[in-house]
């Protein structure tokens, strides 16, 4: 999965540095280089922040590529990766704890 490469994708496409990003999800460009190389999964309030500074959903960072060698199973843990994240992230909208 490609999540760094489609959130350095989005930055770029909005002409935003990625220092001016990292300072605005408090973390430092290194760790955001990490995160777009995929060297660094980014945490779930990571990955919230950026969507919100870039104004768009979560669920962009987990688009695939499509090919012709594309592979359910991939497709299926990546199902179950956005609806964990899903969960999470409604329990942090309620300040819960799931």
Same mark, same amino acid.
């Given at each position: ?33 990490? $995160? ?7 945490? $779930? %309030? ?6 919100? !500074?870039?104004? $768009?959903? !979560? %669920? ?26 899903? $969960? %999470? ?10």
């Amino acid at each position: 999965m490609n999540i760094g490469k489609n959130i350095k994708f989005y930055r770029n496409k909005l002409h935003i540095s990625q220092k001016d990003l990292a300072y605005k999800i408090g973390v430092l460009p290194k760790q955001l280089s990490f $995160i777009e190389n995929n060297n660094e999964e980014p945490s $779930i %309030t990571q990955l919230k922040k950026i969507s919100e !500074v870039l104004n $768009i959903p !979560v %669920t962009y960072f987990f688009i695939e590529e499509k090919s012709e060698n594309s592979n359910y199973p991939e497709l299926h843990s990546i199902e179950k990766r956005l609806k964990k994240l899903a $969960i %999470t992230l409604s329990c942090e909208a309620v300040n819960s704890k799931c």
